[in-house]
T-cell receptor
Framework: GQSLEQPSEVTAVEGAIVQINCTYQTSGFYGLSWYQQHDGGAPTFLSYNALDGLEETGRFSSFLSRSDSYGYLLLQELQMKDSASYFCAVRDPTGRSARQLTFGSGTQLTVLP | NAGVTQTPKFQVLKTGQSMTLQCAQDMNHNSMYWYRQDPGMGLRLIYYSASEGTTDKGEVPNGYNVSRLNKREFSLRLESAAPSQTSVYFC???????????FGPGTRLLVL
């Protein structure tokens, strides 16, 4: 099976930079995805890393180290609207769960003024 | 384009009642999914459909059935609702790359 660990809560101030970590344990590995979910809303896709390194999309960046089974989401120039839950997710190509995306429990980010 | 739509938005059921949650997507995606999300938890896969005419069990399929009616529509049925099925249900769809999924607005279900 798969397991993912991410912090349950992170707090930062507006304008700051915050990093949300995710470690995973899987038999096999395709890549690491990140999703954002505002309270009461639908999850929305943010980024996907299949290879080691940093992927940048505007204020958001995502990093992956396959050798360390570790990744993070980096949010820069934080805004109040970034307050949300952030989920990492993996897909394990081995076994019957090859088509399934497994999500972490989520990190609640609170941005303070 | 509406993306992924779900009906109803809210539903209250009594234990033992049945209901069907509807989902439709207009993005011509092959794959569709049903998840449940409980407070403070991530999304858990109930069932998915890789293409029209196929369905497979996910992590938590017990108590649910699904129908992939056509490429656009994927429904989730609770035959005999239980309080443990109180949750928020999300439908999603994706292209071949399953890591990029598009979610509907969710159905909030309360079973008394």
């Amino acid at each position: 099976g798969q397991s993912l660990e991410q912090p349950s809560e992170v707090t930062a101030v507006e304008g700051a930079i915050v990093q949300i970590n995710c470690t995973y344990q899987t038999s096999g590995f395709y890549g690491l995805s990140w999703y954002q979910q505002h309270d009461g809303g639908a999850p929305t896709f943010l980024s996907y890393n299949a290879l080691d390194g940093l992927e940048e999309t505007g204020r958001f960046s995502s990093f992956l180290s396959r050798s360390d089974s570790y990744g993070y989401l980096l949010l820069q120039e934080l805004q109040m609207k970034d307050s949300a839950s952030y989920f990492c997710a993996v897909r394990d190509p081995t076994g019957r769960s090859a088509r399934q995306l497994t999500f972490g429990s989520g990190t609640q980010l609170t941005v303070l003024p | 384009n509406a993306g992924v739509t779900q009906t109803p938005k809210f539903q209250v059921l009594k234990t033992g009642q049945s209901m069907t949650l509807q989902c439709a997507q207009d993005m011509n995606h092959n794959s569709m999914y049903w998840y449940r999300q409980d407070p403070g938890m991530g999304l858990r896969l109930i069932y998915y459909s890789a293409s029209e005419g196929t369905t497979d069990k996910g992590e938590v399929p017990n108590g649910y059935n699904v129908s992939r009616l056509n490429k656009r529509e994927f429904s989730l049925r609770l035959e005999s609702a239980a309080p443990s099925q109180t949750s928020v249900y999300f439908c999603a769809s994706s292209t071949r790359r399953q890591e990029t999924q598009y979610f509907g607005p969710g159905t909030r279900l309360l079973v008394l």
